[in-house]
């Protein structure tokens, strides 16, 4: 069955550096997304993707977040300055023409 | 703004005995309504969703939900609950179109402990 994949499982970085989480959608897919969830709290929505473009994207989603579909098959997010309040577990979503989200399995990303 | 509320942070049920997920839900036009699950370490399954048509909707693993627009509610129900099931439940909202299906809004979710 086709699935979503994230990488790394786990990233540990200091503050102020920069990150990049990385996902492989599902290959017939054209829509993708980010959401985090910080412990204990929602998933929440950060930013969908289309067409090479940005669709929507929360106020969440500041200008030290960024996408890039740098490739066919990945799709990454990019914090440029971590903060300890960016530590989350940080879900990739695809979906197709017509249809539901498939979620990968999510990085968990620790700022100290 | 839409919103998802699900009543139940915790819940405990014995092996065999049925299960009812609550989900009630906030949103201005009609809803497209899904359930994830989450195992510990794991990534967010889908267990069900809601587009339209038989508000009875089956999915995965013996789990079905009842869509009722009159209680702006999408319940989770399952007849008999094995240990497996044991996992923390989304109930999500989206809406239809595009990007639009994948841009959800999600519950705080309800963890679900199973005795033997």
């Known amino acids: 069955e086709p699935e979503v994949t994230q990488t790394p499982s786990h990233q540990v970085t200091q503050m102020g550096q920069e990150v990049i989480l990385r996902c492989v959608p599902i290959?017939?897919?054209?829509?993708f997304y980010w959401y985090r969830q910080i412990l204990g709290q929602k998933v929440e929505f950060l930013v969908s993707?289309?067409?090479?473009?940005?669709?929507?994207k929360s106020e969440i989603f500041d200008d030290q977040f960024s996408v890039e579909r740098p490739d066919g098959s990945n799709f990454t997010l990019k914090i440029r300055s971590t903060k300890l309040e960016d530590s989350a577990m940080y879900f990739c979503?695809?979906?197709?023409?017509?249809?539901?989200?498939?979620f990968g399995q999510g990085t968990r990303l620790t700022v100290v | 703004a839409q919103s998802v509320t699900q009543p139940d942070i915790h819940i405990t049920v014995s092996e065999g005995a049925s299960l009812e997920l609550r989900c009630n839900y906030s949103y201005g036009a009609t809803p497209y309504l899904f359930w994830y699950v989450q195992s510990p370490g794991q990534g967010l399954q889908l267990l069900l969703k809601y587009f339209s048509g038989d508000t009875l909707v089956q999915g995965i693993k013996g789990f079905e939900a009842e869509f009722k627009r009159s209680q702006s509610s999408f319940n989770l129900r399952k007849p008999s609950v094995h240990w497996s099931d044991a996992a923390e439940y989304f109930c999500a909202v989206g809406r239809a179109g595009g990007t639009s299906y994948g841009k959800l809004t999600f519950g705080q979710g309800t963890i679900l402990t199973v005795h033997p």
């Open positions: 290959s017939n897919h054209l829509y």
């Open positions: 979503a695809s979906s197709g023409q017509q249809g539901e989200a498939f």
């Open positions: 993707f289309y067409n090479n473009e940005i669709s929507e």
